[in-house]
């Protein structure tokens, strides 16, 4: 029971239980299905009106033609953000980076791990080689990647490295290698490993470069 107005005593609303029509409450289909006020019939069911009152039906698609509507919308948007990446991408320039002012590595170039490296890696693959004219080239390019490989896994920042080896036959000939570059004297360096067995020679040399 529930009491409504400023007399408690005179007006007394019974609460209306689930499902169940009282003298004061009926149910929803009563009342949607009620006679509508004389004035007020564009506000009645679901349409959607505009500010004179006119009424405008709601949409009404079928499931399929709902789907298709989906998909076009999604379409439209896939290609206007590929117009946006196209055109942000013709835009974006390269990336520039400012000036540290330093010219010199944090860890520089240490000829002597270096070596000492170089010279491990010709002892380990060569030491059971026999000489062999037709393998040698391929067998230059394998140790001179792999000692490529070592000296960068060293860690050297701002350097670029250049490794060449050298497999030349013992034939009681005299060998003279000579290199020619142009470089900084000051932060570029190189270092030279051997390895001789009875039938060849192998020379590695390792160049650093210093690059800002």
Same mark, same amino acid.
């Given at each position: 029971?529930?009491?409504? #107005? ?27 299905? #009620? ?57 974006? #320039?390269? &990336? ?50 792999? &000692? ?18 050298? &497999? ?45």
């Amino acid at each position: 029971m529930t009491r409504v #107005g400023r007399d408690l005593k005179d007006h007394v609303v019974p609460t209306p239980l689930p499902g169940r029509a009282t003298k004061h409450t009926p149910l929803l289909d009563q009342v949607a299905q #009620g006679p509508v006020q004389p004035g007020l019939e564009h506000l009645q069911g679901r349409g959607i009106h505009n500010l004179p009152g006119q009424p405008v039906p709601g949409p009404n698609h079928s499931p399929s033609e709902e789907l298709h509507l989906c998909a076009v919308s999604v379409l439209f948007r896939a290609q206007i953000v590929g117009t946006m990446k196209e055109e942000y991408s013709k835009t974006r #320039g390269k &990336i520039k980076y400012l000036n540290t002012y330093r010219l010199e590595p944090f860890n520089k170039f240490q000829d002597q791990l270096v070596r000492s490296k170089a010279q491990a890696i010709l002892t380990n693959k060569l030491q059971e080689t026999k000489y062999d004219a037709g393998s040698s080239p391929s067998l230059c390019t394998s140790l001179s990647e792999e &000692i490529l490989k070592a000296t960068k896994e060293m860690g050297f920042d701002r350097y670029k490295y250049v490794v060449t080896v050298l &497999i030349a036959e013992k034939a009681g000939q005299s060998i003279n290698v000579a290199s020619r570059w142009v470089w900084d004297v000051q932060r570029d360096t190189w270092v030279s490993a051997e390895c001789e067995t009875k039938t060849f020679i192998a020379l590695a040399l390792i160049m650093a470069c210093y690059y800002e």
